[in-house]
């Protein structure tokens, strides 16, 4: 593909075919995790189920050390049988302000999530395990189950699951679709990084709250989203959300849907920036968008940005129905696109910038050559009849989405 002057592609990340070892920087708790990581790699334990290593928490920290525990041995890591009883009570024996270090390459099964309530102060370290979670249409089928727990961390982990139907036209079913790798209740600082995540029945992530908490400051970066069976990472309550340098394909809905359950809820500081997205709109039951941004009237929603993202084979479009939102910002992405012209519904919107966006798109190739690269820059001019033409077919859609998913998620 050919790209506007002055615009060059991200390169792919290399972090998806090392190994934990080879990810490792020169720090002291670099130093500490190689030393688990060789550990393992040789079939020997520093000291299964106790504490291991003690490690200095980051700068800014709330805590001023971590301890280092492993996961037991005699948990199955070959995935042959559920191990989400004994996973569970293992994190539960483990104290607050710790570090959980998996083996490198094990892979568990989970029958149900590993649940973390009111929990502080917690890394899990992967080192490139799999967690296979199995069928399942409820929230607490996912892999991880965080509720009302503070500065969490889960790190380089491949999450997979076992809807079939993932990556498929019939990917999205309105009767199984709660299961996520990652729900979230009322959490403040989580971070979330490197993770390989493909074929729940639902979200890749789901944010929301815990009664009247929201969640606040949550980071998702670095990881990838394929094959999920409704959308990549979906909000219903929360601030300071920022997702970025993360892979979407295949992905059976909407990219990012910003979608509360009730006026309660909503979402507020929002950013989704350089990420690479496939496919996605797989389903034929609803109309998708890269983000949509409705829910309940009433609800909260501003200050979403959305910027400096690739598409490729999918149309930058977007759709903000509700009314009331505001200080929404789209900017600068590009999309390689040959389906046509975006869609764009857009209904009072108060500080809206739609701006830099450019759509790339290839003309039809002239007899015995190659097809020619054409530079298309869409500016707010041209969306207005666009809107008013999509606009009626779009909202019997919207309006079904919206009572689909309005029944409770939990």
């Known amino acids: 593909m050919r790209l506007p002057e002055g615009y060059r592609r991200r390169s792919s990340s290399g972090w998806a075919g090392m190994s934990c070892c080879g990810r490792l920087r020169l720090s002291m708790n670099a130093f500490l995790r190689l030393v688990a990581c060789v550990a393992s790699l040789l079939g020997t334990s520093l000291v299964s189920g106790a504490p291991a290593l003690a490690q200095p928490c980051p700068t800014g920290a709330a805590t001023c050390s971590q301890t280092a525990y492993l ?35 094990a892979t568990y099964r ?9 929990r502080s102060d917690l890394s899990f370290h992967g080192n490139g395990s799999t967690l296979n979670v199995n069928d399942g249409c409820d929230p607490r089928d996912s892999a991880f189950f965080i509720e009302l727990s503070n500065a969490i961390a889960i790190d380089d982990f491949a999450i997979v699951g076992r809807w079939a139907r993932g990556g498929t036209r019939d990917a999205l079913s309105t009767d199984c679709q709660n299961q996520e790798a990652i729900v979230m209740y009322g959490v403040t600082n989580v971070d979330i990084a490197n993770l390989r995540v493909s074929r729940v029945s639902g979200d890749g992530v789901y944010i929301g709250a815990s009664g009247q908490t929201w969640s606040s400051t949550v980071s998702i970066h670095d990881t990838s989203v394929t094959a999920v069976g409704r959308n990549g990472v979906a909000i219903t309550a929360a601030s300071d959300v920022r997702m ?40 034929r039951l609803f109309v998708s968008y890269l983000l949509a941004a409705n829910g309940a009237d009433g609800s909260t929603v501003h200050d979403v940005t959305v910027r400096d993202n690739e598409l490729f084979g999918s149309p930058l479009s977007v759709s903000i129905q509700t009314p009331g939102r505001r200080d929404i910002r789209i900017t600068g992405n590009v999309s390689e696109d040959t389906s046509g012209r975006p869609v764009l519904l ?31 820059v869409i500016r707010p ?6 809107v008013i033409a999509i606009g009626v077919l779009g909202l019997g859609m919207a309006a079904a989405l919206a009572h689909a998913r309005r029944r409770s998620h939990r």
Not at 381 to 386: E, F, H, K, M
């Open 71 to 105: 996961v037991p041995t005699d948990i199955d890591s070959t995935g042959a049988t559920d191990v989400s009883g004994s996973l569970t009570s293992f994190i539960a024996s483990v104290p607050d302000r710790s570090t959980i270090e998996f083996p490198t390459g």
């Open 346 to 376: 857009f209904t009072e919107v108060e500080g809206l910038d739609y701006s830099g966006n450019i759509r790339i798109s290839r003309s039809p190739a002239p007899s015995g050559g190659s097809p020619d690269p054409g530079v298309d």
């Open 381 to 386: 001019a041209a969306i207005g009849v666009l």
């Open 244 to 283: 970025e340098r993360n892979d979407f394909d295949a992905i059976a809905l909407h990219v990012l849907d910003i979608e509360p359950d009730s006026a309660a809820g909503g979402a507020t500081d929002v950013v989704f920036a350089d990420n690479t997205i496939g496919s996605y709109g797989l389903t």
């Open 110 to 118: 989970l029958d149900r999530a590993l649940k973390l309530t009111r």
